[in-house]
């Protein structure tokens, strides 16, 4: 139990706690008891368990409670903040399966997730809708540039309800990176459109489970009825060959030099991260977000300890890789 210049063991259930409560406090996000259990890092905890540490944890002044969500600051704002948002996120999530319809008929499309903040069913004032899609191998480049031409040309280059930013294929579904910020990403996928892809996509990620062993697996009752126009159909008919194989370099050649051009300030690492540039996989956040991220995970840890003269121990699930 944390006090004055206590050590908080990793295998202890106040630390159990602790740990998805701080990542998610970056978001200023408070969360309820099912939600720390997800998103603990111990195969054992037990809801009961999560419930003692929570009660021990209010009685030292570590934790606050306010209505059903918990957070290490007394804070009614995040509360409400949190509300709004997953009101905000339902309304959405209806827009989503609109546009999610509509990817899913771009030729070699093979899946489509919703991922960010949506995914988590949380929608902010001014945020996107952020999709994950799974494409047919050799050629993601040609679906990305179909679809990115599309946003720019019939939706005037608005991200609102399109912002397409991680294409992966289906020979390449596990994700390289690996720690606290891509394992809570791939852990909370929406699966909208390609069931079968999911479930390969899952299984291709099951690293996740270090980090998340109770996160369940996201349901598939929703999901578009797995089917395919003709326009489609004929269109990756036409691009089977080698016109196929010289337009797929041609676009991924472009669009890496045009992002070399416009981010030329981004040091060689950061870029390969955040812009991740293969013929297996495109990434699109030029402003890193999960370097950001896992930076302000360590400041929010640090910041907590600070604030109740306590250590926490820094296992491989708690530290910044």
Request: net charge positive.
């Amino acid at each position: 139990m944390p006090g004055k210049q206590d050590f908080i063991a990793a295998d202890s259930p106040s630390y159990q706690v602790l740990v998805p409560l701080l990542y998610f406090e970056i978001f200023s996000y408070p969360l309820t008891v099912d939600e720390i259990l997800s998103f603990s890092p111990s195969p054992s905890l037990s809801k009961s368990a999560v419930l003692k540490a929570i009660d021990e944890l209010k009685r030292e002044g570590c934790l606050y409670q306010i209505e059903e969500f918990y957070l290490t600051h007394n804070n009614l704002e995040w509360v409400t903040q949190r509300k709004d948002n997953n009101k905000r996120a339902r309304q959405y999530l209806r827009k989503a399966q609109m546009m999610s319809q509509l990817i899913r008929r771009f030729p070699y499309v093979k899946g489509v997730l919703l991922s960010g903040s949506l995914s988590k069913q949380v929608m902010p004032k001014g945020g996107d809708i952020d999709y994950f899609i799974i494409t047919q191998p050799q050629r993601l480049w040609i679906a990305r540039s179909l679809l990115v031409i599309f946003k720019k040309v019939f939706l005037l280059n608005s991200k609102k309800y399109f912002c397409v930013n991680y294409f992966v294929d289906e020979n390449h579904l596990e994700i390289e990176e690996k720690n606290r910020f891509t394992a809570t990403e791939v852990a909370t996928l929406l699966p909208v459109w390609g069931s079968g892809e999911y479930d390969r996509f899952y299984a291709a990620n099951d690293w996740m489970k270090e980090y998340f062993p109770n996160y369940p697996k996201r349901k598939k009752e929703n999901m578009l009825p797995q089917k395919r126009s003709i326009v489609q159909s004929s269109l990756e008919y036409l691009m089977n060959g080698k016109f196929g194989d010289w337009l797929e370099e041609f676009f991924m050649k472009k669009t890496i030099q045009h992002w070399r051009r416009k981010f030329h300030s981004m040091d060689s690492d950061s870029f390969a991260v955040a812009l991740k540039s293969k013929p297996y996989v495109s990434k699109h956040h030029p402003q890193n977000f999960q370097a950001r991220v896992l930076k302000a995970y360590h400041d929010c840890i640090q910041s907590f300890e600070q604030r109740n003269n306590v250590q926490m121990e820094r296992p491989f699930f708690f530290r910044i890789k």
